[in-house]
T-cell receptor, first 116, second 115 residues
Framework: AQKVTQAQTEISVVEKEDVTLDCVYETRDTTYYLFWYKQPPSGELVFLIRRNSFDEQNEISGRYSWNFQKSTSSFNFTITASQVVDSAVYFCALSVFNQAGTALIFGKGTTLSVSS | DTGVSQNPRHKITKRGQNVTFRCDPISEHNRLYWYRQTLGQGPEFLTYFQNEAQLEKSRLLSDRFSAERPKGSFSTLEIQRTEQGDSAMYLC?????????????FGPGTRLTVL
């Protein structure tokens, strides 16, 4: 069975702090994709990053960075120097393949609150 | 605006009524997905279309739910005889590319409240 676990339900930080959001996934597939989405208070899910199972290189995009480790089945997301605008719910998701199609399996999300 | 659009944004209905939601995907996207999100949870997959063909349905999609995508363009999701447990945000997403290269773009959702 495929599953995504985001153990942190809520995180509160003060502006400029660094924060890491954890994501652990389970799948028996050897080929899969992992994603992070942001859901701000407005509600619309915003795509942040996609990573395939064969690419374990870490990625940095501005203040965002992602650490993918297959050995621990983790795909963690770090925000450096957090800002109030980073306040949102962040979802980690796993894309799995079956004969008919594909779907995203989401974790329950981590609510990040950044105060000034 | 070339993103995914959904209508209506909010729907309040009485238990037992039928409701229909519409999703307009990004125009060049051939894949369309419906998800349901309840409070405090991540989105849960409901169904998936490739062009006009409905290729997969989650067990969450009971017989009261039906989805269509005529001509492979917009899609509708209908819920018959609504129940209070149907109250949720219904999200539509679209994507293109390979079967696993599945960067899905989401619409703003339709929030359903069943009284």
């Amino acid at each position: 069975a495929q599953k995504v676990t985001q153990a942190q339900t809520e995180i509160s930080v003060v502006e400029k702090e660094d924060v890491t959001l954890d994501c652990v996934y389970e799948t028996r597939d050897t080929t899969y994709y992992l994603f992070w989405y942001k859901q701000p208070p407005s509600g619309e899910l915003v795509f942040l990053i996609r990573r395939n199972s064969f690419d374990e290189q870490n990625e940095i995009s501005g203040r965002y960075s992602w650490n993918f480790q297959k050995s621990t089945s983790s795909f963690n997301f770090t925000i450096t120097a957090s800002q109030v605008v980073d306040s949102a719910v962040y979802f980690c998701a796993l894309s799995v393949f079956n004969q008919a199609g594909t779907a995203l399996i989401f974790g329950k999300g981590t609510t990040l609150s950044v105060s000034s | 605006d070339t993103g995914v659009s959904q209508n209506p944004r909010h729907k309040i209905t009485k238990r037992g009524q039928n409701v229909t939601f519409r999703c307009d995907p990004i125009s060049e996207h051939n894949r369309l997905y419906w998800y349901r999100q309840t409070l405090g949870q991540g989105p849960e997959f409901l169904t998936y279309f490739q062009n006009e063909a409905q290729l997969e349905k989650s067990r969450l999609l009971s017989d009261r739910f039906s989805a269509e995508r005529p001509k492979g363009s917009f899609s509708t999701l209908e819920i018959q005889r609504t129940e209070q447990g149907d109250s949720a945000m219904y999200l539509c997403a679209s994507s293109s590319g390979g079967i696993l290269y599945n960067e899905q773009f989401f619409g703003p959702g339709t929030r359903l409240t069943v009284l």
